[in-house]
């Protein structure tokens, strides 16, 4: 069975910082892109960043480019984003979800977390 | 503001057959693939939908999607009760992934 379980919210400062942790269990990890997905609470989705099977390539949606970096150690099968220069805009539930890509196209985000929780707040 | 226009709300009752649309605004649109997802209230996000019109394993094929020019549908037929809830759509935009601002949908 696919688990993807998200870890690391909690109450941050405005300008602090978090690192949030996906433990993927279930499926080959290093077959499959991964990307974090955000929703602000009653709110609609909104795709935050993403990274490659192997590591080689990372895109990040421009409200948190050059604040947010997204990793992965294929040895412990986890994802990882590190968020730096905290907003409140930021508050949201994080989801660590997995899509497999070929080289002509990707199939859809075909599993996603429980999510995480973020709140920025002074 | 998306760059992938929904309607913020649709409606039907039991047995109908809806459809929500999800319109690009650039030239992109008219060669990206679009994706569909289901959100049932206090759960992660399903994927209905890949590459238009391809449903996932599992995807009852009450669920389609089709796609024309700069716009995109998802098609609902017979209509259940356990349907309400939010529907987005979603496509590459260059090298990111964007999703429509969402659906509601309620079953009356």
């Known amino acids: 069975e696919v688990q993807l379980v998200e870890s690391g919210g909690a109450v941050v400062q405005p300008g602090g910082s978090l690192r949030l942790s996906c433990a993927a269990s279930g499926f080959t990890f290093d077959d499959y892109t991964m990307h974090w997905v955000r929703q602000s609470p009653g709110k609609g989705l909104e795709w935050v960043s993403l990274i490659t099977w192997n590591g ?38 994080y989801y ?23 709140t920025v707040s002074s | 503001q998306s760059v992938l226009t929904q309607p913020p709300s649709a409606s039907g009752t039991p047995g109908q057959r809806v459809t929500i649309s999800c319109s690009g605004w650039n030239s992109n649109f008219g060669t990206t693939y679009i994706y569909w997802y289901q ?36 098609a609902i037929s017979g209509l259940r009760s356990e349907d309400e809830a939010d529907y987005y759509c979603a496509a590459w935009e260059d090298t990111l992934r964007v999703f429509g601002g969402g659906t509601k949908l309620t079953v009356l």
């Open chain 1, 56 to 93: 080689g390539t990372t895109y990040y949606a421009d409200s948190v480019k050059g604040r947010f970096t997204i990793s992965r150690d294929s040895s412990k099968n986890s994802l990882s984003l590190q968020m730096n220069s905290l907003r409140s805009e930021d508050t949201a539930f």
């Open chain 1, 96 to 118: 660590c979800a997995k899509e497999f890509c070929s080289t002509t196209f990707c199939y859809g985000i075909d599993s996603w977390g429980q999510g995480t929780l973020v």
């Open chain 2, 39 to 74: 959100q049932l209230p206090g759960t992660a996000p399903k994927l209905l939908i890949y590459r238009n019109n391809q449903r996932p394993s599992g995807v009852p094929d009450r669920f389609s999607g089709s796609k024309s020019g700069t716009s995109a549908s998802l």
